[in-house]
Every structure is written in C-alpha cells, then in structure tokens.
C-alpha cells in the first residue's frame, strides 16, 4: 500500500535533486586583501558577507554551495585566517597547498590595482606545479580605466587575466563561465576505491588527544610503506600502512607527524587542515582523549566529519589512564554529548599500551560496509509501509501526512528520498531514521533523508 500514487518520474526527479554524487571544488586563491571574501560571496550569491570573519577565528564551515548556468559546484573559501602566526608567504602557500589537495580547479585572486608582487609569483609556482586548472581572477576592475591593470596580469603566465569587480559584479559572469570550462563535472577523486586502491583514513581529532602516538603505533607494529610526494615539496603527505592484513591509506599523515604545536589563533589552519584530510578520506577515524572532558573542539571535529559525509569510528584514547570515576563520568559525557554520533563504531584504545589497538580495523571496516549499504527498493517500501502501518505520522491541522514510497539513491553515504502526501515533521524524520537503522545496520555512516511532498 506504500506505493500508491507512485509516480516514477517524480522519482527520477527526485533522485536528480538529492541523489547528486559529490560536487566539483573550486578553490579560491590569493594573498589577503585581494578580494577572495567579497568573490566568494559574490558566487555564493550571499548577502551576509564571509569578510566580517575575524582572522583567526575558526570557522567550522570552509565550503559553500554555488550554481552557475545550471551546473553546480563547491567554493572553497581559504579566505581570512592568521597570517601573523605563519607570516604572509607560508600562510599564503599554505591556502594554496590546501587548495590544490581538495580542488579541482583554481581561481587564482590578484589586486590588479596592485599588480603582481613577488607573494603572487610564489603562488603561481605552487599552482603550476599541481597541475590543477587555474582561472586568473584580475579583481577590482571596477570600470573602464582598470582594464589596462589587468592586461598587465598576462605577465604571470596564467594565460588571460579575467578583469573582474567582486564588489559590483562586473565581469564576474565572463570569468565564471571560464570557470565551468575548467571544472570537470564530477570531482576527480583519483585515489577512488573505484580504481581498486587501498581505502583511505583519516586520523583526526583536536590537538594532543594522541593522533601522532597512534599513527606511530600501529606503523611500527606494521610494515609502513612510504608513498610518493604528492605534487608538493615536502615531507609526503599520505601514507600506505598494512593493519589486520589489509593496505590502507593514512590521509596526510605529514600534518600528523609534523607535531607543529600551532599557538593560539592558528586553528583555523588547523582546521582547513582537518577538514582537507576528511575530504579525501573514505572514513574518519576520530580520536577523543578519554582523560579530559568531550569538548567543543571534538565536537566541531565530528560534525565536519558526519556532514562531510564519512564514515564515522570513534576511539577513546589514553584508556590506561581512566579510573572507576573518570570512567562513570565519560560514559555520562558519552551519552550527553555524542548523541549525535550514538551510531558510530567505538573502540577504547590506548595509544602507549597498544590497548585493543586489534578492535580498530574490524571498526573501521563495519563502519565503511554500513557506509556502502545499498537497501533494495522492495525491501525498503516493505519496511515503509510497515512504519506507516504501526506508527503513523501524528495528525495536524486535520490532515494526515503518509510516507507514499521511497527508493535509496545513493551509498557513500546512503541517502534515501521519501515521497510523502505532506509535511513530515522533524521528530517524524528521525524516528523513521531510527527504525532505518534498527533495520539495515548503517553503523558508522550518517544518514540523508529528504521529503518530497506529493501535491
Ligand atoms: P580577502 O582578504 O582576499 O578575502 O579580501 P576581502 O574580500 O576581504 O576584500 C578586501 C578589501 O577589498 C575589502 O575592503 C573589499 O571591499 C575590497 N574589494 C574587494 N573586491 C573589490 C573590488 O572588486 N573592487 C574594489 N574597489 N574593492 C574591492
Ligand atoms: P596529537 O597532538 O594528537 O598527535 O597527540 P600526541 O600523539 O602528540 O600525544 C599527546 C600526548 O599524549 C603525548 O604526551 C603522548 O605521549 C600522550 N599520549 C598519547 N596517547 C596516549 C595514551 O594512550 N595514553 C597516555 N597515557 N598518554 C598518551
């Protein structure tokens, strides 16, 4: 009975909308001050303006949605954070290391009333190198008399400056156009499991909580296998370790290992950094120090990781250290303060002692099947239209919203629509997440439903 009124091009439709794969990233580039904010912005089509983020001051989010003549694609927005903590130059490279790992294509931002500086020239250098597409972005080209500062940009060897005003608009369509030219349609994500590569981890978690100690551990435990560099000149990024018999790949390992205790007002980088490593990773590991309370910085770390999309494991690190009393309090904390991730495997490990350090890959491995569980449309309307049956949406205003038919349309992680003959509210949502999950597993995987109400 679930499936009455069942239309399916309403479900093409609606696979078309929220069954999107993951979305193209565009990078924005540039030395502070050039207008990379009032660009992002400007595409994002966003009133509230990212230019009044305090450098310094983390931000949670570091990537937008935009559309532009129909297609749709991420901004990654690496404006606005501490520059006096690195200096101009490294924290400049540093953006544009980070924008070269997680993007497909690069909007590089110059002040053409500036012109080239000798920063600009380094950047230009590391974008070369990557071999990622770059759009010249020659901004603050207000009008007319700008044009010839921006002709002057061609001296970059970029190819053609687009003359741009990201505080009027003008000439951000003309660029934007040579910006879909440059992105691909779908991200590149060349470490694809679909090429049969090893599946790749990211260890995260707030500084200190032992992420450095782990890695070490099971490295040394294993054989470790040092991969190449990855486009960059330093130490490399990603590392090859064989756990429980099976090859993985450790996501920017070098970030872990290099133990740069960054002062006060640098986690923002930290956090770009964190959220880079997640991007490329398949599951995320994320490390929580047993010893002290869950704070908001653990928090923040896993709602990247669970809206990014991962799979989830968490482990409790430095076990050795709790007594009888830290323990009851933990598990209170647990309760109270990761309700958001309740699904997600956990292991109680212990870095120093090697402590169940063997619970960790059948973790990581429950959390990537429930990740990739595709649930057959005949089963998953059986199962709806058991809900309906036992549990009906209460009533409201005198109508009855009823869940009519829904389909899965995608894994990594699953996402299902829900055709419905009306609203269905928040607490109805979850609730039928939670029979999903009692159902199908989906341990260790956030889950997306989205509604679509059949007038
Ligand atoms: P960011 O540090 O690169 O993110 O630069 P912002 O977006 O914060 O911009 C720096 C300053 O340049 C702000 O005062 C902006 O209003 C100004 N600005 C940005 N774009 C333009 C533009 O196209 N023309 C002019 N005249 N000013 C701009
Ligand atoms: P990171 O900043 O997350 O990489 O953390 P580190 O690996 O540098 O660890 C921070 C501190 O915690 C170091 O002093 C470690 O020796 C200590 N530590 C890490 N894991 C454990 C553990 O399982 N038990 C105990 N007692 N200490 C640990």
Redesign the pocket.
Known sequence: AAQEGFDPEDVEGAIGEAGHGPLPALAIV????????????RIIGRREA??QDKPGVTRDRVSYEAEWAGRRFKVVDT??WEQDVLGLDASVAAQAEYAIETADAVVF?V?S?VGATDTDEAVVKLLRRSGKPVVLCA????GQSGEADATALWSLGLGQPHP?????G?GTGDMLDAVLEALPEAPAQSFGTALGGPRRIALIGRPNVGKSSLLNKVANEDRVVVNEQAGTTRDPVDELITLGGITWKFIDTAGIRRRVHLQEGADYYASLRTAAAVEKAEVAVILIDSSESISVQDQRIITMAVEAGRAIVVAFNKWDTLDEERRYYLEREIETELAQVAWAPRVNVSALTGRHMEKLVPAIETALEGWETRVPTGRLNAFLGEIVASHPHPIRGGKQPRILFGTQAGTKPPRFVLFASGFLEHGYRRFVERRLREEFGFEGTPIHISVRVRE
């Open positions: 540039g030395r502070p001050n050039v207008g990379k904010s009032t660009l992002v912005n990212v230019v404006g606005g931002v002040d009333t901004n603050k080209v207000d741009v005003s990201s505080l009027h003008r």
